[in-house]
RNA sequence: GACCCGUUCGUCUAGCGGUUAGGACACCGCCCUUUCACGGCAGUAACACGGGUUCGAUUCCCGUACGGGUCGCCA
């Protein structure tokens, strides 16, 4: 069995970021195209970061977006434990080896240091290409603190050793430490894996994306109410081409397409904009039911616990083609949902400047107020007979309408607003007005 | 500073010696439409620069410029 491992790596800084996601994504793609094992390890030597929610924001935020692990924390597996702070035992024995070898020494405040031999290194980069680094003068590197913790170069090596992890693919800012990595594997007499150093995700400015930059935190689309998927579909597009004039890749798609040779080389800067028409893409293809099923919690957590039965397949089916993340449903369906609701400084203004819209606004109860079925072709039909008393076109009364009914210059179709306000919530609307 | 990586529309990208340099987001116009969207159609917009190699370079080579990364007892 000669199966492909590969391995996401995070540290637990209390969030998982975007490039962190995506260089998930592109294992766990790798991963699943060769039907090979998807490792989650935990890198939390740092005492400091390692915190139970720090740890939860890792998980939390993987599990969201979709991205399963076959071995890792909360999972298991064969090669565990998958937390660095539980593997102490096995860089012992490690460090034991190269200290038997004669390649550390310990240095003034009682760190141990790995000799670097600084040999001129090459690596044969599955992305990069062929990389040299000749000349290289670099300090002797601490594998482990004089408290005894160890470091990450070190560890990181002994545990994709460890893990039989075949492919190592993570981010560019890690291929001038690949040397030092080789330094090691030699020093362990173990043949290195195969290397894939993926290209940056820089921000909107064109520096790297930080943890303070909108957007850096996979938490926050959780939170916005972007499509998983769709943001999965976009981080793919960012950086790796399926070579095809087309953008909407379902999850198995990528799977069966994904390849390293189709991973880009130059940095990417991420935009927030066409993120959000990936995700909207995925709603407005989004069935009723699943629809409903992710909006009411979303509602709920808005502070606008909502029925379900409320939300009909009519009122879904029209509002997924008007959103591109959930939040964009709140202030669409506030109207319909609650009596409270504010009022468009623009539509207002609109309004006032065609004069004062209260004959209208009567005239268009008195119309409703004859309907006795309520249905969309009657509620049509009476707008059109409030017009005809009014010598007026009917599209001069469907913009008051929809301010007085909802606040709001857009929107979903009038006759659905009519109909799911009801004759009485209708008629109390426009008589209220302003 | 040393070392490493990169450079096609504003952005993400296709291209792998000869193309009207293609697609997508954004932008703009039109159509559809009671609104906003959605959808459809059309448009503006790119090969960083300089040398080679070649009959011919966006494509290959070398420089320059610019951008990014690494050089930690962070990961």
């Known amino acids: 069995m000669s199966s492909v491992r590969v391995r996401f790596a995070p540290s637990p800084t209390g969030m998982l970021h975007v490039g962190g996601a995506r260089t998930a994504l592109f294992n766990w793609l790798f991963a699943r195209h060769h039907s090979g094992t998807f490792i989650l390890r935990v890198e939390d030597t740092d005492q400091q970061r390692n915190t139970p929610e720090a740890n939860e924001a890792i998980f939390s935020g993987l599990t969201w977006l979709g991205l399963d692990w ?13 937390r660095q702070s539980e593997r102490t035992g096995i860089y012992e024995r490690y460090l034991a ?36 680094f000749e000349q290289r003068s670099e300090p002797d590197m601490t594998v482990r603190r004089a408290d005894g913790s160890f470091i990450f170069h070190f560890v990181n090596v002994v545990d994709d050793i460890e893990m039989g992890v075949t492919h190592v693919i993570r981010g560019e800012d890690h291929l001038s430490n690949t040397p030092r990595h080789l330094d090691l594997y030699e020093a362990f007499r173990v043949e290195p894996p195969r290397f894939a150093h993926i290209p940056l995700i820089l921000n909107e400015n064109g520096s790297k994306m930080s943890k303070r930059d909108e957007g850096a935190s996979v938490a926050e689309y959780r939170a916005a109410g972007y499509h998983p998927t769709g943001v999965l579909n976009y981080l793919a597009l960012l950086g790796w081409s399926p070579k095809e004039d087309r953008e909407i890749f379902p999850l198995e798609e990528l799977v069966t397409r994904f390849s390293l040779e189709g991973i880009t080389r130059g940095n990417a800067k991420f935009s927030l904009e066409k993120c959000g028409w990936i995700s909207g893409q995925y709603f407005h293809g989004m069935d009723p039911e699943p629809l409903r099923e992710v909006l009411l919690p979303f509602l709920a957590t808005a ?72 249905q969309p072709a ?37 006759t659905l607003v009519l109909e799911r306000l009801g004759r009485e919530r209708s008629l109390e609307r426009l008589g209220r007005f302003p």
């Open 70 to 82: 076959d071995e890792g924390p909360n999972r298991g597996g064969s090669h565990g434990p998958y």
């Open 378 to 414: 009657g509620l049509e039909a009476a707008i059109g007979r409030a017009a005809e008393r009014l010598g007026l076109k009917k599209g001069a009364l469907m913009f008051p309408c929809r301010v007085a009914l909802t606040g709001q210059s857009g929107g979903f179709g009038l």
């Open 303 to 374: 502070g606008l616990e909502t029925p379900a039965d409320q939300l009909p397949d009519a009122l879904l089916l029209e509002l997924r083609t008007k959103i591109r993340t959930l939040s964009d449903a709140v202030p669409l369906l506030l109207p319909l949902l609650v009596d409270v609701f504010p009022v468009e400084a623009a539509a207002a203004a609109k309004l006032a400047s065609q004069g004062d819209p209260s004959p209208l606004l009567r005239a268009l109860a008195t119309s409703f107020a004859e309907e006795s079925s309520w």
């Open 97 to 132: 080896k190269l200290q038997d070898s004669g390649a550390t020494y310990s240095d003034e405040s009682g760190a141990i240091r790995f000799r670097c031999p600084n040999s001129p290194r090459r690596i044969a980069d599955l992305i990069c290409g062929d990389t040299h």
